[in-house]
C-alpha cells in the first residue's frame, strides 16, 4: 500500500534514495559522514527543501535528530522507514526512538516491508483483514509489563506479566478472531506486526 506525506524528512545516507524511489524531501538532516555535504546541498537546492547539518561530533544519531524535529514541528504522527535493514545497534536505537513521540502523545511507527513496529499502552485491538502481517510480537520497553491480557489470538493471556526474565513469551502470536485485543495494565509495549 503506497502512503502519502505532508513532510517527509531524510537523513544521511537515505539521500542516495531519493532520486531512485522518486522521493522528494522536505528536510534533509545530518552531519552527512556517509552521503557528501555537496550532495545534501545540491539536493536540498533541487527540492526546495531545508538542510539541517549538525556537526559529527554528536550525542544524536541523525535519525533521532529527525525524529525530534518532526515532534519539535507539531506532527500529527510520524513514520519511520528504512530503520532495521543495517547495523543492529541502529535498528535497536531506531525502535526505542518511538519513544519520543509517544512521550509527546504522537501516533508513530516504524514500517518496512516485513516490520510494523509501535508502542502500547492501555488497550488496543487489531482488526484481521487490517494486520500488517502473519504475527504479532510484544515485548516489555521498561523493565515489566504488568497484566497483559491478549484475547482473540492463538495464543491468549490473561493478566500475565512480561519481564525481561521471559524475554520470548510473546513472540510469533497470531490473530484468530475478527478482532483481537491487547490490554496491559501497567507498563509499555512494544508491539511488532511482522511476516516472514
Known amino acids: ?11 544521511d545516507g537515505a539521500i542516495r534514495h531519493a532520486g531512485p524511489c522518486g522521493i522528494t524531501p522536505t528536510d534533509l538532516v545530518g552531519d552527512f559522514d556517509t552521503a557528501s555535504r555537496a550532495a545534501a546541498e545540491h539536493l536540498a537546492q533541487a527540492c526546495r527543501a531545508r538542510l539541517h547539518l549538525v556537526s559529527p561530533i554528536k550525542d544524536d544519531t541523525d535519525s533521532e535528530l529527525a525524529v525530534r524535529l518532526a515532534v519539535s514541528e ?3 504522527s510520524i513514520t519511520v522507514t528504512g530503520a532495521l535493514g543495517g547495523r543492529a545497534d541502529h535498528a535497536l536505537a531506531n525502535i526505542l526512538l518511538l519513544q519520543i513521540p509517544f512521550a509527546a502523545g504522537i501516533p508513530a511507527e516504524i514500517l518496512e516491508e516485513k516490520n510494523r513496529i509501535t508502542l502500547l499502552e492501555g488497550e488496543r485491538s487489531f482488526r484481521r483483514e487490517d494486520h500488517e502481517g502473519e504475527y504479532l510480537s510484544f515485548f516489555p520497553l521498561h523493565g515489566s509489563a504488568c497484566g497483559v491480557t491478549l484475547r482473540g489470538f492463538k495464543y491468549p493471556l490473561e493478566e500475565a506479566d512480561l519481564s525481561p526474565e521471559r524475554p520470548t513469551l510473546c513472540v510469533s502470536n497470531e490473530i484468530t478472531a475478527p478482532e483481537a485485543y491487547c490490554r496491559v495494565r501497567d507498563g509499555v509495549l512494544i508491539c511488532m506486526e511482522t511476516r516472514d
Not at 502519502?4 to 537523513?11: G, P, Q, W
Open 74 to 76: 507539531g506532527a500529527g
Open 1 to 11: 500500500m503506497r502512503r502519502s506525506f505532508d513532510r517527509i524528512v531524510l537523513t
